[in-house]
């Protein structure tokens, strides 16, 4: 490929995820998207749902993963763009993976419930973006229900998410009096058609909200509305690309993704100011997505229980250069040069094997346990990314064995998976229990099937009053040990050997953090 081809390959992708609060609509929302990136030809179901009454163990999961290893990425093409969508597991499946994944996009879209407004989990992924600065699109969904009076909330993502928020298209109306959208940029009215939910939806425009073919439409609704676009075009921001790229301004769009109506005038926007790929830093330097030579780094390893398969595959974003099939990459931290002769690519539809991939995309490679969450990958350079950072769990359990003959097996199997990402250890500094901590509850039923499955090990589950953990650190020796020694009833030493503090409350934390200015309380910790 020459050079200026490449370049116009990379700028061509647009990576992203989905942050959302469960049941907002974020898997509906994307089997609408791969319908617009014609990915699928009938929007059917993206992976196999778990309904209220199926099993949600460990054990369904594994059937399902065949097909979520294929949805946990999927590359579609849409108006000249090569899209590029990271599923962020939400359900009983939210687990640090779904924090992490958000440092491997490049912009996310963030999916709101109009009738519920901002939720927690979205705050909590707000605030992972937050590190990054990552620029954010909304999608207000549910407009075919009664909603919320939509100015309250936007003010209330004002208020909570602490980001300027810019509608782009104001909904005319709601539930069964919605009508469709409004560009408030162009001027012109997007006429809801409702039964289209598995179809693409015509695209029915009115021009002019004042125009008689308006007047029509909304009816007797029509002075109101009109009056409400008033106020609302004095009353919001205004769109600015920069800030929006900044992460100080969201642009909004409103819509329902059950009846796919508003989420192509959404994605429409998404490929045409969302930005492209962006460089990373490393320890030494900043690698511009552009430059020649290849590398990446993994962001999340998934084990394949399949007995038959037992490999892992880590999911590695490329940051700059291509990946061809059969290239030969340096494993930094091993310092050892591989083939990859098999990486996975993620192409949505007809699964052809990808032969190459530039920066922005994904690709996952097999190994046996050799690759580590965080791990960089080169042409040869000395490199290390950074910025793929542990994330403090808000979960724990004491960890007991039945045989406690098998304590080796079991500290070594709990090291093995926490470098993996599934779960996090601690080993408190004044007794001798261990501690598992994560970010999602299904995690530990993973872990303990694992430890059983890989390891020979059967663990027990007990209660732990710890409500969150920081890492601590302190760069005066001797407050440090001042520190170690009073608190030394909630310090432990995780997994990667840090010194860490586990709050019995939030309120224990805060008082912590004041009494030891000196000392610093990180909620994530680099790999
Ligand atoms: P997720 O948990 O965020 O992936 O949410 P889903 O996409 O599974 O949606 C949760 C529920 O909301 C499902 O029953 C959807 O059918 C429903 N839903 C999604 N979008 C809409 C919408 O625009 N309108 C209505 N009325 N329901 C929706």
């Not at 700059?320 to 050892?336: A, C, D, F, Q």
Request: charge should be negative; charged fraction near 30%; aromatic fraction near 8%.
């Amino acid at each position: 490929m020459s050079h200026a081809a490449h370049l116009k390959n990379i700028q061509k992708r647009r990576t992203f995820a989905i942050i959302s609060h469960p049941d907002a609509g974020k898997t509906t929302i994307t089997e609408k998207l791969l319908l617009f990136g014609n990915a699928i030809q009938v929007g059917g179901s993206v992976k196999g749902k778990r309904g209220p009454h199926a099993k949600s163990d460990w054990m369904t999961m594994e059937q399902e993963r065949g097909i979520s290893v294929t949805s946990s990425v999927m590359q579609f093409p849409y108006k000249e763009r090569i899209v590029n969508l990271l599923d962020t597991p939400g359900h009983e499946d939210f687990s640090e993976d779904t924090y992490r994944t958000l440092t491997a996009v490049d912009s996310v879209l963030m999916v709101i419930d109009g009738a519920k407004g901002v939720e927690d989990r979205t705050i909590k992924l707000m605030d992972v973006c937050r590190l990054r600065d990552t620029p954010i699109l909304s999608f207000i969904n549910k407009m075919d229900r009664d909603i919320r009076d939509p100015i309250e909330v936007l003010d209330e993502v004002e208020d909570v998410l602490k980001i300027a928020a810019a509608p782009i298209n104001w909904p005319l109306g709601m539930g069964r009096d919605f009508k469709g959208v409004y560009n408030l940029y162009t001027d012109t009215i997007h006429v809801f058609a409702s039964g289209h939910g598995h179809t693409i939806p015509p695209d029915t425009q009115i021009k002019g909200i004042d125009s008689p073919e308006a007047s029509e439409l909304l009816g007797s609704y029509a002075d109101d509305i009109r009056d409400e676009i008033e106020l609302v075009r004095g009353a919001t921001h205004e769109f600015d690309l920069d800030e929006y790229l900044a992460g100080r301004l969201t642009p909004v769009f409103f819509g329902t993704a059950l009846a796919n109506f508003g989420v192509r005038e959404m994605l429409d926007g998404f490929v045409e100011w969302a930005p492209k790929p962006i460089g990373r830093e490393t320890k030494s330097h900043f690698v511009e997505a552009e430059s020649e030579a290849f590398s990446g780094f993994v962001f999340k390893i998934q084990a394949n229980m399949d007995p038959r398969h037992r490999d892992r595959i880590a999911f590695m974003r490329v940051c700059s250069g291509v990946y061809s099939k059969g290239m030969k990459m340096r494993h930094v931290r091993l310092g050892k040069d591989v083939k990859i002769s098999d990486a996975v690519t993620f192409m949505a539809g007809d699964r052809e094997s990808v032969e190459e991939a530039v920066a922005g995309d994904i690709i996952g490679l097999h190994n046996h346990g050799t690759i580590q969450i965080g791990d960089t990958f080169t042409e040869g350079e000395d490199l290390k990314f950074t910025g793929i950072p542990h994330f403090a769990p808000e979960l724990f359990r004491r960890i007991r064995l039945k045989d406690p003959l098998k304590t080796k097996a079991l500290q070594k199997g709990l090291q093995q998976l926490s470098e993996e990402g599934s779960t996090q250890v601690f080993f408190p500094m004044n007794n001798n229990d261990i501690v598992v901590g994560a970010v999602g509850v299904l995690q530990f039923e993973v872990v303990a099937y694992r430890l059983k499955d890989e390891y020979k090990v059967e663990a027990i589950y007990e209660p732990v009053s710890i409500a969150t953990a920081r890492w601590a650190d302190c760069d005066d020796p001797k407050k440090l040990e001042e520190f170690k020694r009073k608190c030394a009833d909630n310090l432990c030493i995780d997994g990667g050997g840090h010194l860490t503090y586990l709050a019995p409350t939030r309120v224990n934390l805060s008082l912590a953090e004041e009494r030891y200015p000196d000392v610093e309380f990180r909620a994530t910790r680099e790999h």
